[in-house]
């Protein structure tokens, strides 16, 4: 956690250092999806996935989604399943608030092994405020 964290601050400080350079690839690689979570850029908060199972595609799958920060910004989060090779997503995951900074994610089935992405909008009264994805292989 703690180097997730130094990483974070190391590339904050590399394009506040170099602002002349910050092109969209600096961005496409600060935002590169993660396997244990997703940034959210706009409201600036980091979004950790712990797993309560060992994810695979032959069970549901849950987990609690841990914000770096708390936010009045949005009051909703969306989640959903998406596997990006194949174009097709899956069943409506359920999420229920646990506090501010915690969501439970149950109910969530990776149809088949290969690459899924996990993805994550924040709306506030229904309005996109952001959106982030973590992208794994699930076995
Ligand atoms: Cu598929």
């Known amino acids: 956690m703690k180097a997730l964290w130094l990483l974070f ?12 350079y910050v092109s969209d690839d600096d961005q496409q ?10 940034y ?23 987990f609690i989604l841990n914000l770096s920060a708390p936010s009045d910004q949005f009051n909703e989060l969306a989640v959903s399943l998406w ?3 194949m174009g097709h997503g899956s ?4 999420i229920e608030k646990i506090n501010p900074t915690q969501y439970r ?11 899924w992405d996990i993805r994550f909008t924040l709306k506030n009264n229904g309005v996109v405020i952001d959106s982030a994805y973590a992208s794994m292989i699930v076995p």
């Open 9 to 20: 601050s190391v590339l904050g400080l590399v394009a506040c250092a170099n602002p002349d």
């Open 105 to 115: 994610i149950t109910d969530v089935y990776f149809l088949m092994p290969g690459d």
């Open 91 to 94: 069943i409506p995951v359920k």
């Open 40 to 62: 959210f850029s706009k409201v600036r908060i980091l979004a950790k996935i712990s797993w309560e199972n060992t994810p695979n595609s032959e069970q549901a799958n849950a």
């Open 29 to 38: 690689v600060q935002n590169k999806p993660m396997a244990d979570g997703a």
């Open 83 to 85: 596997m990006p090779s």
